[in-house]
């Protein structure tokens, strides 16, 4: 939503992250953790992409041309929102490891493809 934003091509900037990467940054988060004395962190990659840059590493991911609709933006959106991960590389040692959008894409297509029931039993 939104074509307008004071961005590259105007769409949004979102930091996209692999949920590898997520689940793993919990865990160090949680190894770390102590009672009465829970890290607080920023988890990302430190880098916007737009959605205009996501759709299109979809597209490439899965071989499928999808079709976008370009709606009005909504109502009090960012133009930018992406993490600043310093802190939980200096406290935990943790970094995003999965950074190339299309190949996290690729790995996900991959899955639901051969899992279209997800985790359900066949």
């Known amino acids: 939503k939104g074509t307008d934003y004071k961005t590259g091509d105007g769409t949004c900037v979102r930091d996209y992250i692999d949920v590898t990467d997520l689940v793993d940054a919990h865990v160090k988060a949680l190894e770390k953790a102590k009672p009465r004395n829970v890290g607080i962190y920023n988890v990302g990659t430190g880098k916007g992409r737009s959605v205009k840059e996501f ?8 071989g499928v041309d999808i ?3 370009f709606l009005p933006r909504r109502p009090g959106d960012y133009a930018e929102v992406y993490s600043d991960p310093a802190k939980i590389l200096r406290d935990l040692n943790w970094s995003a490891r999965y950074t190339n959008l299309q190949e996290s894409l690729e790995v996900a297509w991959k ?12």
């Open 55 to 62: 759709v299109e590493a979809c597209k490439k991911a899965t």
């Open 111 to 122: 899955w639901q493809k051969t899992h279209p029931h997800g985790y359900a039993s066949s």
């Open 67 to 69: 079709k976008v609709d």
